[in-house]
């Protein structure tokens, strides 16, 4: 994907967020409290349980595509991405409650998101219901991103010939990104 995106769009400045190999913390009611506050009100002890949120929303509003590469975990997000979105999904910051619903404050943006499955989708023995696809649609709808395109890995776990296969099916849908950004 990444070597996709080059070639596209030439020399590009990746920023490289290894949530797997360094995990951002969970939420704590500092950071919740903090996030709720006016920010007139905040003082230095709520802008340091908001560091790190405010670090991750500016990569992700100087972002010009986000790529998501990610397994599959109990048919969503696995914890660490809930985590990352848990910080970067905030009140007033990236999106506003009115009383008809969240309105996203950031501006629009694709996010690629590939995603890799044990098992399979379809119908059959085995099959499961996806709740990734539709939540990262939505979780990142209520901040204002909408451009959201999943692709789904399926049966990873079930040797070589699926796995070959999960890697068509990623090269397909990328030609099918390269057709509709042409
Ligand atoms: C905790 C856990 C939960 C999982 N839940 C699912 C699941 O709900 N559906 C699925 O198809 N695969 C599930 N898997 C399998 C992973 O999605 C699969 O192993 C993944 O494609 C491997 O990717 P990786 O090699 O990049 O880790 C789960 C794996 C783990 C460890």
Redesign the pocket.
Known sequence: MIAWLKRRHGPLTIIDRDLAADPVPHIDGAMARASLMPAADRGPAEHAALALSETLIDELEGADVVLIST?????TVPSVLKAWIDHVVRPNRTFRSTPAGKIGLLADRPVLAVV????PFHDGPGS?RDMMTPYLQYVFGSVGITQVEVVR??N??RGADFVARGFERLDAWTGSLAIRAA
Request: proline share 7%; glycine share 14%; hydrophobic share 35%.
């Open positions: 397994p599959m975990h109990n048919f890799s499955c044990g098992g499961q890995m399926e990873m776990a």
